[in-house]
């Protein structure tokens, strides 16, 4: 089994950063792929970006690139998202995700294609 833990939200202006990690515990997940993706009140959870196990391969919704950027850690188990240029349309919870076998570069957005998620962490952007 694994267990995500989100942990860097919080309250950031238009324009400013933040730095989301995603702690895993139980089994590794060297070998899973790693997604996140967030929900806004009334409204659907929307993928956001992912990175392949290896990490070679990202994949961003196009609302956040050249903003956010995905990367992972393996020696420590942790995935991170760091989110430039933040706008109030960025507010919502954010959720990570881990990805085993049926995961794919074609399923990257898919929120089928992740077995295991964290709790959220919520990202306020005020104007």
């Known amino acids: 089994q694994v267990l995500l833990v989100e942990s860097g939200g919080g309250l950031v202006q238009a324009g400013g950063s933040l730095k989301l990690s995603c702690a895993a515990s139980?089994?590794?997940?060297?070998?899973?792929?790693m997604g996140w993706f967030r929900q806004a009140p009334g409204k659907e959870r929307e993928f956001v970006a992912a990175?392949?196990?290896?990490?070679?391969?990202?994949f961003y919704v196009d609302s956040v690139k050249g903003r956010f950027t995905v990367s992972r850690d393996n020696a420590k188990d942790t995935a991170y998202l760091e989110m430039n240029m933040l706008e109030p349309e960025d507010t919502a919870i954010y959720y990570c995700?881990?990805?085993?076998?049926?995961?794919?570069?074609?399923?990257?957005?898919?929120?089928?294609?992740?077995?295991?998620w964290g709790q959220g962490t919520q990202v306020t952007v005020s104007s």
């Open positions: 995700a881990a990805g085993g076998a049926s995961w794919s570069g074609a399923s990257a957005d898919i929120q089928m294609a992740y077995q295991y």
């Open positions: 139980g089994r590794s997940v060297s070998s899973y792929a």
């Open positions: 990175i392949s196990w290896f990490g070679g391969e990202t």
